[in-house]
């Protein structure tokens, strides 16, 4: 009568580890897949992979040689989440800089709804490669922009091509795509309706 009751026990014991592995299992597979996102994000940051720039100002970079023999296009695009009420533009499509000198162009956006909204744009450099040598020195892109109903606004971007773009690359599009900021858009919200 105690055999079938040891081994009973001995198969709940062997049940119950393998039921934590499993759970164990399930959770590390849980944080990696949270973890993913902000890793994969910031390896393309880090590696231009995909387009992405810096989320911030380039300022230890700085180039001292402008490379005066070569000409380099730079395509300027707009893009505008379905969800924002902005119209989106940039001040002009194309320019041709050589690269090592900085330039200085601007995206007009305008806010044509009768509420107050908050916005971010988020930019990306095509070729991807070619977002490892463009360098952006001031951006809208680097904060939140709040527009009133109605308000217009100018927003510059500073760059500056590195002199290490692959000889091979003569044309670089940056693109921006802004997106409305629901949190940020509720928060100015109450705080202009107390």
Same mark, same amino acid.
């Given at each position: 009568?105690? +055999? =079938?009751s040891?081994?009973?026990?001995a198969?709940v014991?062997?049940?119950?580890?393998?039921?934590?592995r @499993?759970? @164990?299992f399930?959770? *590390?597979?849980?944080?990696?897949?949270?973890?993913?996102?902000?890793?994969?994000?910031?390896?393309?940051?880090?590696?231009g992979?995909?387009?992405?720039?810096?989320?911030?100002?380039v300022?230890?970079y700085?180039?001292?040689?402008?490379?005066?023999?070569? &000409?380099v296009?730079?395509?300027?695009?707009?893009?505008?989440?379905?969800?924002?009420?902005?119209?989106?533009?940039?001040?002009?499509?194309?320019?041709?800089?050589? =690269?090592?000198?900085m330039?200085?162009?601007?995206?007009? *956006?305008?806010?044509?709804?009768d509420q107050?909204?908050? *916005?971010q744009?988020?930019?990306?450099?095509a070729?991807?490669? *070619?977002?490892?040598?463009?360098?952006?020195?001031?951006?809208?892109?680097?904060? +939140?922009?709040?527009?009133a109903?109605?308000?217009?606004?100018?927003?510059?971007?500073?760059?500056?091509?590195?002199?290490? @773009?692959?000889?091979?690359?003569?044309l670089?599009?940056?693109?921006?795509?802004?997106?409305?900021?629901?949190?940020?858009?509720?928060?100015q919200i109450?705080? &202009?309706? =107390?």
């Open positions: 009568m105690s +055999e =079938p040891v081994q009973n026990s198969g014991g062997a049940r119950f580890r393998y039921v934590a @499993l759970s @164990l399930a959770v *590390a597979m849980f944080g990696f897949g949270y973890l993913l996102v902000p890793l994969y994000d910031k390896f393309c940051e880090v590696t992979i995909g387009g992405r720039t810096a989320a911030g100002p300022t230890e700085l180039p001292t040689e402008i490379d005066e023999s070569r &000409l296009t730079v395509h300027f695009d707009a893009n505008v989440n379905s969800s924002l009420p902005w119209a989106f533009t940039p001040a002009q499509k194309m320019m041709s800089v050589h =690269p090592g000198q330039y200085e162009t601007s995206y007009t *956006a305008t806010n044509r709804s107050t909204v908050v *916005a744009a988020v930019p990306s450099v070729p991807g490669q *070619a977002a490892l040598y463009f360098n952006k020195t001031e951006c809208f892109c680097f904060t +939140e922009q709040l527009l109903p109605g308000e217009t606004r100018e927003m510059p971007v500073r760059f500056f091509v590195h002199p290490d @773009l692959p000889p091979d690359t003569n670089v599009t940056l693109s921006y795509i802004v997106y409305k900021n629901e949190d940020a858009t509720a928060r109450v705080a &202009l309706n =107390p």
